[in-house]
């Protein structure tokens, strides 16, 4: 060995070592000067020669670029469009929805404009986006009330009222209510209603939305939904919940992990609109946080009632991965 290949493979050596003590260790470069016994430029030099020469890769890794990624993969997988939030790991999940629901709340500013009917599913998810929608002038717009929020205790007309006040501010729309049980007690009282000429005027009016935006019901829920937090269930729809195998709901209609429905009894007491009426509505933004949801989010999207998709980024790797 040449006197001069000996000195690389000393220094080569010696930035290596460096490398390792500021890379892998995380130490400072006064640190690693008196752990060498040498100057700290001595060690820029190190660091800078085990760049240069390979013994060190450097690469960067956009967040940005990681969620792109995974938002083109949801459209390719099941040809929906995504919003992947930003959320950091160490965050409540109430935090969470309020970030994504915040997201949410821009990208539905961006799709709503006059001339549109925009439908509109109560709940946790619902009520966190309208807090944070801003202000947008249109003309000839309606909000409509997709299901009635009515239960033994409360008429729910105050607390669905709210949050479709926030949207017909919001878009300075007119806003359409639908004061009925969320959950008849019996299937026959609910289809002599739906005869009624005022309530088939909403439902009518619900059919012909232009933009559905809803959120995901779930049992298992970081944030508890509403309708499962609200009395709106007793023990024995808990049971056909579990017998049926339902994973979530949307509007206060049931779906199975399959994205089936058929043959779940709750749905024919429901007042929200069948899995039929939400695919036929062009545009379906569904809004969803935490990963308690991934099995009601997986449901949803098998049922294909989606057609763009406000999630963070946790929730959105675990659906892709």
Not at 162 to 179: D, K, N, W
């Amino acid at each position: 060995m040449t006197l001069e290949s000996s000195l690389d493979s000393a220094r080569s050596r010696e930035a290596l070592r460096a490398a390792q003590l500021y890379y892998i260790q995380d130490l400072t470069m006064d640190a690693i000067a008196h752990e060498l016994h040498t100057s700290r430029s001595s060690v820029s030099r190190l660091l800078s020669f085990a760049r240069e020469t390979g013994l060190v890769e450097i690469s960067i890794r956009s967040p940005v670029d990681l969620l792109g990624r995974v938002e083109r993969e949801i459209l390719g997988r099941y040809g929906v469009t995504a919003h992947v939030v930003p959320v950091p790991d160490r965050i409540s999940e109430v935090d969470r929805l309020e970030r994504v629901a915040l997201s949410a709340a821009r990208v539905l500013a961006g799709l709503v404009d006059s001339n549109q009917t925009l439908g509109i599913a109560w709940g946790a998810t619902l009520s966190a986006i309208g807090r944070h929608l801003p202000q947008k002038k249109t003309h000839n717009t309606h909000v409509v009330q997709l299901n009635g929020a009515a239960n033994v205790r409360t008429s729910g007309i105050p607390y669905a009222g709210e949050i479709l006040g926030r949207f017909g501010t919001a878009f300075s729309a007119e806003v359409h209510q639908f004061p009925v049980p969320a959950l008849f007690d019996d299937p026959e009282t609910k289809q002599a209603l739906w005869r009624e000429r005022s309530v088939r005027r909403v439902l009518e009016r619900q059919g012909r939305a232009d933009i559905l935006v809803f959120g995901l019901g779930s049992q298992a829920a970081g944030v508890p939904s509403h309708v499962y937090a609200g009395d709106y269930f007793d023990p024995g729809d808990y049971e056909v919940m579990e017998r049926e195998g339902v994973v979530g709901d949307v509007a206060t209609h049931f779906y199975r992990a399959d994205g089936s429905d058929e043959g779940i009894p709750l749905n024919a007491r429901s007042s929200g609109p069948d899995l039929d009426v939400i695919r036929g509505i062009p545009r379906r933004v569904c809004v969803v946080s935490g990963r308690t949801k991934l099995p009601s989010l997986r449901g949803a999207l098998a049922a294909g009632i989606t057609t763009d998709l406000v999630l963070d980024d946790s929730l959105a790797r675990h659906l892709v991965g």
